[in-house]
């Protein structure tokens, strides 16, 4: 069964700090994995995506890693601000825009 | 704004009335998805159209649910005889292509509440 699963469940750490979430899947087959972003109450904003051949890909203090033989992602944020604290959602895709397989997501705090 | 705009943004009703959601995607994007999102989940795709056309439907998008995009443009998605179950926010989504690659542009959702 096609499934993604994030680790860990929720984060909470300092702003300023730096943190990495994981995402495990066993999707097949696999075209891209991307990450978004979701503050509360709002739709999801889109982070990365990555496809089979990269396994790297930084949007400003965000940088999302691939690996596509153990079936692996990160995403690693640095320098933590406020506005970073939301849920963080991996997604893999099939082989089509709408055969997407989302995680449950992490929720990560900043505190001050 | 030119972003993924969707109406209302929430909506309480009692159970087994009709409720209908508006999206207005990004305006030259050609293709529309609906989810579902329960709280602590991820969304879960209900339909999605390329232009008009109504290409695919979830399992989950029973008989009393419906969804339109009369003009390509934008899209209603209409719960006949809601249920408490189908309490949850619906998202709109759009994207220029049908490519994998394509980014999915979100709206910030109609959160609804059956009572």
């Known amino acids: 069964k096609n499934q993604v699963e994030q680790s860990p469940q929720s984060l909470i750490i300092l702003e300023g700090k730096n943190c990495t979430l994981q995402?495990?899947?066993?999707?097949?087959?696999?075209?891209?994995l991307r990450w978004y972003k979701q503050d509360t109450g709002r739709g999801p904003v889109s982070l990365t995506i990555?496809?089979?051949s990269e396994n790297t890909k930084s949007n400003g203090r965000y940088t999302a890693t691939l690996d596509a033989d153990t079936k692996q992602s990160s995403l690693h944020i640095t320098a933590s601000q406020l506005s970073d604290s939301a849920s963080y959602i991996c997604?893999?895709?099939?082989?089509?825009?709408?055969?997407?397989?989302w995680g449950a997501g992490t929720k990560l705090i900043i505190k001050p | 704004d030119t972003g993924v705009s969707q109406n209302p943004r929430h909506k309480i009703t009692k159970r087994g009335q009709n409720v209908t959601f508006r999206c207005d995607p990004i305006?030259?994007?050609?293709?529309l998805y609906w989810y579902r999102q329960t709280l602590g989940q991820g969304p879960e795709f209900l339909t999605y159209?390329?232009?008009?056309?109504?290409?695919?439907k979830s399992r989950l998008l029973s008989d009393r649910f419906s969804a339109e995009r009369p003009k390509g443009s934008f899209s209603t998605l209409e719960i006949q005889r809601t249920e408490q179950g189908d309490s949850a926010m619906y998202l709109c989504?759009?994207?220029?292509?049908?490519?994998?690659?394509?980014?999915?542009?979100f709206g910030n959702g109609t959160r609804l509440t059956v009572t």
């Open positions: 989504a759009s994207s220029s292509t049908g490519s994998s690659n394509s980014p999915l542009h």
């Open positions: 305006s030259e994007h050609n293709r």
């Open positions: 159209f390329q232009n008009e056309a109504q290409l695919e």
């Open positions: 995402c495990n899947y066993t999707v097949s087959p696999f075209s891209n």
């Open positions: 990555m496809t089979f």
């Open positions: 997604v893999v895709s099939e082989d089509s825009n709408y055969q997407l397989i």
